[in-house]
């Protein structure tokens, strides 16, 4: 059975940073492409970043330049790093693995708020 375990979410003021990690286990982690989505309140939930299993990556433009995606096989987990949060940034973050025959999961979801 594949689990998705985020952490790292919390309270931030503007300006400020975070780290999201997901974990995951009961799959062959690095051959997933990983992605961190966001959903915020009344809005549809939307891509924020993903990271192939070659490490190609991309993003969504309005993280472009602020947030960073990264993984490290060894420990079976993918990384957000957010800086310059903007009260935009505000949502539950889940993390989506997908595998290459197509099964996809998803994190429980954690939430990030970006207030003064």
């Known amino acids: 059975q594949v689990q998705l375990v985020e952490s790292g979410g919390g309270l931030v003021q503007p300006g400020g940073s975070l780290r999201l990690s997901c974990a995951a286990s009961g799959t062959i982690f690095s051959i997933n492409t990983m992605g961190w989505y966001r959903q915020a309140p009344g809005k549809q939930r939307g891509l924020v970043a993903r990271?192939?299993?070659?490490?190609?990556?991309n993003y969504a433009d309005s993280v472009k330049g602020r947030f960073t995606i990264s993984r490290d096989n060894a420990k079976n987990t993918v990384y957000l790093q957010m800086n310059s949060l903007k009260q935009e940034d505000t949502a539950v973050y889940y993390c989506?693995?997908?595998?290459?025959?197509?099964?996809?999961?998803w994190g429980q979801g954690t939430q990030v708020t970006v207030s003064s």
């Open positions: 989506n693995a997908v595998h290459p025959y197509g099964a996809i999961w």
């Open positions: 990271i192939t299993g070659g490490g190609s990556t």
